[in-house]
């Protein structure tokens, strides 16, 4: 079945650590997206892909970093210049429609601890 | 600039009756898309409806409906006969047709409405 894996569900980061994220996607959409999500923030935008290759910033990019070398695949490293990073993570992909809906993955949990 | 804006941070419902979700939006764009996602404990986002800004006709998927006032810039989800497992976040976004020249618009979404369906 199609769709947009992420992994892990459940991630606990010590400070000063780095963590990756990992997003992978098999509908063969050229968009990718990565959000977080706080209790009464709604989905914030943090990095986003058109293509392989490239991808441009979000509003809240700051201690973030993405790749795009492949096109089912788009990680989010969490770096230790993010100093608020316990929140909740998704990941979505689209075709280039605007008339398309974007999917989504189930989403992974960080926590500082 | 916030994009999209949704006023009512939470609602209660009773069991079979329709309620209304509100969201407003803001683009300069003549092309662009609106969609509502749902949003249950678990975390998982659900689509639920499009709209088109050239759809002459409000969008209706099931239950779901899409009050959609161009000229107001509101695109309302309405749930028509409520049931206990509509209970969840509920998310309006837009995707503009252009972001910084590109031809793929990114999306926007508001804040969330936490809907509450009780018997």
């Known amino acids: 079945d199609g769709g947009i894996t992420q992994s892990p569900k459940y991630l606990f980061r010590k400070e000063g650590q780095n963590v990756t994220l990992s997003c992978e996607q098999n509908?063969?959409?050229?968009?990718m997206y990565w959000y977080r999500q706080d209790p009464g923030q709604g989905l914030r935008l943090i990095y986003y892909s058109q293509i392989v290759n490239d991808f441009q910033k979000g509003d809240i990019a700051e201690g973030y970093s993405v790749s795009r070398e492949k096109k089912e695949s788009f990680p989010l490293t969490v770096t230790s210049a993010q100093k608020n990073p316990t929140a909740f993570y998704l990941c979505?992909?689209?075709?280039?429609?605007?008339?398309?809906?974007?999917?989504f993955g189930q989403g992974t949990r960080l926590t500082v601890v | 600039a916030q994009k999209i804006t949704q006023t009512q941070p939470g609602m209660f419902v009773q069991e079979k009756e329709a309620v209304t979700l509100d969201c407003t939006y803001d683009t300069s764009d003549q092309s662009y898309g609106l969609f509502w996602y749902k949003q249950p404990s678990s975390g998982e986002m659900i689509f639920l409806i499009y709209q088109g800004s050239y759809d002459e006709q409000n969008a209706t998927e099931g239950r779901y409906s899409l009050n959609f006032q161009k000229a107001r810039k509101s695109a309302n989800l309405v749930i028509s006969a409520s049931q206990l497992g509509d209970s969840a976040m509920y998310f309006c976004?837009?995707?503009?047709?252009?972001?910084?020249?590109?031809?793929?618009?990114?999306?926007?979404f508001g804040r969330g409405t936490q809907l509450t369906v009780w018997p």
């Open positions: 979505a992909s689209s075709t280039e429609r605007v008339d398309t809906e974007a999917f």
């Open positions: 976004a837009m995707r503009d047709f252009s972001y910084r020249g590109s031809t793929l618009g990114r999306l926007y």
């Open positions: 509908l063969n959409h050229d968009a």
